[in-house]
């Protein structure tokens, strides 16, 4: 089978798939972060975290940029770049490109932390999960492989975990809170844990 007429359509799928194990590993490994207590995991997981949220801002790029390549689909600067141009499942394509631009711009806000301030920093970044949820979605509306079963078994190894702990969150279950002090008939009151 000769692979080259199709080389940057295969780049394209790969780069992207990847990106969405990718950023679904960053939110899993962000969540377990901000419910985590002490401090010495935390910066071993900022650490893994902020390298598996470069990495996906990498694959992004060039899911995006190697369809540039591609002589059947043939989407143009503007057809990777603006939502809604690419004739391409436009609705799918279009949640594709705001999501990269806002897991861009968030992703790299990080970097902001000291100007922004940290309160307002990470105020913004949890608007991450809104757009990996968009990318997961684009994923299924738009991935070619998204209906294979292979493709499925493995995204959901990934995007699954990822969801549940944002639905902990999002339920106020999987948040790093003071624990309130236990206080009973005959119990000391020990403060925080």
Same mark, same amino acid.
């Given at each position: 089978?000769?692979?080259?007429?199709?080389?940057?359509?295969?780049?394209?799928r790969?780069?992207?798939?990847?990106?969405? @194990? &990718?950023?679904? #590993?960053?939110?899993?490994? /962000? !969540?377990?972060?901000? =419910?985590?207590r002490?401090? *010495?995991?935390? +910066?071993?997981?900022?650490?893994?975290?902020?390298?598996?949220?470069?990495?996906?801002?990498?694959?992004?790029?060039?899911?995006?940029l190697? @369809? &540039?390549?591609? #002589?059947y689909?043939?989407? /143009? !600067?503007?057809?990777? =770049?603006?939502?809604?141009? *690419?004739?391409? +499942?436009?609705?799918?394509?279009a949640?594709?490109?705001?999501?990269?631009?806002g897991?861009?711009?968030?992703?790299?806000?990080?970097y902001?932390r000291?100007?922004?301030?940290?309160?307002?920093?990470?105020?913004?970044h949890?608007?991450?999960?809104?757009?990996?949820?968009?990318?997961?979605?684009?994923?299924?509306?738009?991935?070619?492989?998204a209906?294979?079963?292979?493709?499925?078994a493995?995204?959901?190894?990934?995007?699954?975990?990822?969801?549940?702990?944002?639905?902990?969150?999002?339920?106020?279950?999987?948040?790093?809170?003071?624990?309130?002090?236990?206080a009973?008939?005959?119990?000391?009151?020990?403060?925080?844990?």
């Amino acid at each position: 089978m000769n692979v080259a007429p199709h080389l940057f359509w295969i780049t394209s799928r790969a780069a992207g798939g990847a990106a969405l @194990l &990718l950023a679904s #590993a960053s939110v899993t490994v /962000g !969540l377990m972060i901000s =419910a985590r207590r002490g401090t *010495s995991s935390k +910066r071993d997981l900022r650490s893994v975290h902020e390298a598996l949220s470069l990495t996906t801002l990498a694959m992004v790029a060039v899911h995006g940029l190697s @369809l &540039l390549g591609d #002589a059947y689909l043939d989407p /143009g !600067l503007a057809g990777i =770049a603006i939502p809604f141009v *690419s004739f391409y +499942r436009p609705l799918w394509t279009a949640l594709g490109i705001v999501a990269g631009y806002g897991l861009a711009a968030l992703g790299l806000s990080y970097y902001l932390r000291d100007r922004i301030g940290a309160s307002r920093w990470r105020r913004l970044h949890r608007l991450t999960a809104v757009f990996w949820v968009a990318a997961v979605v684009h994923t299924i509306g738009a991935g070619s492989d998204a209906a294979e079963p292979w493709f499925l078994a493995i995204s959901a190894a990934f995007v699954v975990p990822a969801a549940l702990l944002l639905a902990l969150r999002w339920l106020g279950r999987g948040r790093n809170a003071e624990a309130a002090p236990i206080a009973s008939v005959g119990a000391l009151d020990t403060g925080p844990r």
